[in-house]
């Protein structure tokens, strides 16, 4: 068996992390631990409502998320934070556990869509628009790529950190009012990585057979990851 996805126990100030034994092949969700805010330059509460100053009984406390420093009051709040990898919940400042409860959500539904995958209607940017293929495309395992089955082609994986945009190209109105994308265009750094020459593959749900609406949920899972790629790629 390949070695690439073996994971490890490691120990870090925050806490126990289970992070892989290859640095170079993580997961593109996985945020890196910030600096701690040095306890000497510290002397009250980073929370700018509240600013209660350090002694004896007010202790410091590092939000494991921003890595700043606050009173226990400021940080009570303990959450998981599977970005960072840690094993138990860390505690949160106000600001990050609002953050990671909404990216929590995202590993909780949206990264199984997106490994379950679905079947689409591929076309790349040099096809002609009549002559799509239905494949199934889903993320990899360990995240770091989408693939591709079809029932007769073969098409090369796109690593998720050569993504460039996300665009939704075709959508619909539920009955609340929302709409849905029925349809995303991935743009890719493709070939040599120099010249920065970009492919663009569009997707869309098949929409008279029984995968439109799984077909939906992943594209809208495939937006969300995305952002949260590109976010901590540019704080
Ligand atoms: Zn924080
Ligand atoms: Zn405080």
């Not at 949160?92 to 990671?100: A, M, Q």
């Not at 889903?138 to 073969?154: A, I, T, Y």
């Not at 796109?158 to 849905?180: C, F, H, W, Y």
């Not at 969300?224 to 590109?230: D, E, G, N, Q």
Request: aromatic share 6%; charged share 25%; proline share 4%.
């Amino acid at each position: 068996m390949a070695s690439t996805g073996e994971k490890k126990l490691v120990r870090s100030k925050s806490g126990l992390r289970m992070v892989t034994v290859d640095d170079r092949v993580h997961s593109p969700f996985i945020l890196s631990e910030p600096e701690w805010t040095p306890d000497s330059t510290c002397k009250v509460c980073q929370n700018p409502e509240c600013q209660a100053k350090f002694d004896l009984f007010n202790r410091k406390h590092h939000c494991r998320r921003c890595g700043k420093c606050f009173c226990t009051k400021c940080t009570s709040g303990l959450m998981i934070l599977p970005r960072m990898c840690f094993v138990d919940p860390v505690r949160h400042c106000e600001i990050c556990i609002n953050i990671t409860k909404k990216e929590n959500e995202f590993f909780d539904r949206h990264l199984k869509a997106l490994l379950n995958g679905s079947v689409f209607n591929i076309l790349d940017s040099n096809s002609n628009p009549e002559q799509g293929e239905l494949f199934t495309c889903r993320l990899s395992q360990d995240h770091r790529k989408l693939e591709f089955v079809g029932e007769q082609s073969k098409r090369e994986s796109i690593p998720v950190d050569k993504m460039e945009s996300v665009q939704i190209v075709a959508s619909e109105t539920d009955q609340q009012g929302n709409r849905l994308g029925t349809g995303i265009a991935i743009r890719y750094l493709a070939g040599i990585p120099s010249t920065g020459e970009t492919e663009i593959v569009k997707m869309t749900v098949d929409e008279g057979g029984l995968a439109k609406k799984t077909g939906m949920a992943w594209i809208a899972a495939m937006q969300k990851a995305f952002k949260m790629v590109y976010e901590s790629k540019n704080p």
